[in-house]
């Protein structure tokens, strides 16, 4: 069965901590995203990758950062957790036409506190 | 600017009473739009990809269909299970990295 792989479900961090996000992929897809998802908010793109090491800034990329040094990975990174990036976290990944649609993995439940 | 409506916000059935979800989308050429299932605490699951107008895609109780405006996610005499949330999201023709716009989704509570 494909999978998308997300490295933790449920994240508590201390404000100011510098947070990592992992996820892997083993469809060989070329495209990876992260998304969080706020409650009356929907799923908002933060970052994107079509490559290895070639990324692309969402529409809510401020206070993140991401790497992608491997094709089947992607992370993402939280410079300086602050309490509004209190979210659950969506990584996916694609072909690289997206004609197939996207495969999420089962997300991570941040809380900063 | 890309974007996708989805209504009703929330939906309500009794088992076996069907109806339809809507998605409503503006896009810079379609190249595809899609039907996600998410479950409560858990990521969206891929249903259906449509790619052009008139197009039908059918799985177990679910239906989807497109025209050039919207697209309608029938559900034919749903059972409790179906409860979930329903996301559409669209492709334009011009993207990078077959990046994808979501709607905010209809959730479906359906009552036995």
């Known amino acids: 069965d494909v999978k998308v792989t997300q490295s933790s479900r449920y994240l508590v961090k201390r404000t100011g901590e510098k947070v990592f996000l992992e996820c892997v992929q083993d469809m060989d897809h070329e495209n990876m995203f992260w998304y969080r998802q706020d409650p009356g908010l929907g799923l908002r793109l933060i970052y994107f990758s079509y490559d290895v090491k070639m990324k692309e800034k969402g529409d809510i990329p401020e206070g993140y950062s991401v790497s992608r040094e491997k094709k089947e990975r992607f992370s993402l990174i939280l410079e300086s957790a602050s309490t509004n990036q209190t979210s659950m976290y969506l990584c996916?990944?694609?072909?690289?036409?997206?004609?197939?649609?996207?495969?999420f993995g089962s997300g991570t439940r941040l809380t900063v506190v | 600017e890309d974007q996708v409506t989805q209504s009703p916000e929330a939906l309500r059935l009794q088992e076996g009473e069907s109806s339809s979800l809507n998605c409503s989308y503006t896009v810079s050429g379609l190249r595809g739009l899609f039907w996600y299932r998410q479950d409560p605490g858990k990521g969206p699951e891929f249903l259906f990809t449509l790619y052009s107008a008139g197009e039908e895609k059918e799985k177990e109780r679910l239906k989807a269909t497109l025209t050039k405006k919207e697209s309608f996610l029938h559900i034919t005499a749903p059972k409790p299970e179906d409860s979930a949330t329903y996301l559409c999201a669209v492709q334009p023709g011009n993207t990078n990295a077959g990046k994808s716009t979501f709607g905010d989704g209809t959730t479906l509570t359906v009552k036995p």
């Open positions: 996916a990944s694609s072909y690289t036409d997206g004609g197939y649609g996207y495969t």
